[in-house]
């Protein structure tokens, strides 16, 4: 049974850091480019950072770029994301999924249609 089940987040001053971690169990986890997607109240679902299976590769959303980073560690089938630099607008409900697809040097699964597989999603609220 594939499962994603998504550990931390919670409340804390804009300025500040959290961080994210997403454990997966159920298939080979290498296999999978690990996304992490966000949504606001009133907001549609978007796109924050990826990752590919190696580890090596990653990507972001212009918004986050240069405060959020994502990693992975394959041995315990888990992918992070550390916040840092936080502010209001951040706060969301965090969900990692992962997409089964190929993706070519510089190519990554941007969209929800991409990911089969999704957690339940943790609250990361930034105060003012």
């Known amino acids: 049974q594939v499962q994603l089940v998504e550990s931390g987040g919670g409340l804390v001053q804009a300025g500040g850091s959290l961080s994210v971690s997403c454990a997966a169990s159920g298939w080979t986890f290498s296999s999978y480019v690990m996304g992490w997607f966000r949504q606001a109240p009133g907001k549609e679902r978007e796109f924050v950072a990826a990752?590919?299976?190696?580890?090596?590769?990653?990507t972001y959303a212009d918004s986050i770029k240069g405060r959020f980073t994502t990693s992975r560690d394959n041995a315990k089938s888990t992918v992070y994301l550390q916040m840092n630099s936080l502010k209001p607008e951040d706060t969301a409900v965090y969900y990692c999924a992962a997409s089964r697809g190929y993706y070519s040097t510089g190519s990554y699964p941007r969209t929800m249609s991409e990911y089969a597989y999704w957690g339940q999603g943790t609250q990361v609220t930034v105060s003012s």
């Open positions: 990752i590919k299976g190696s580890g090596a590769y990653t």
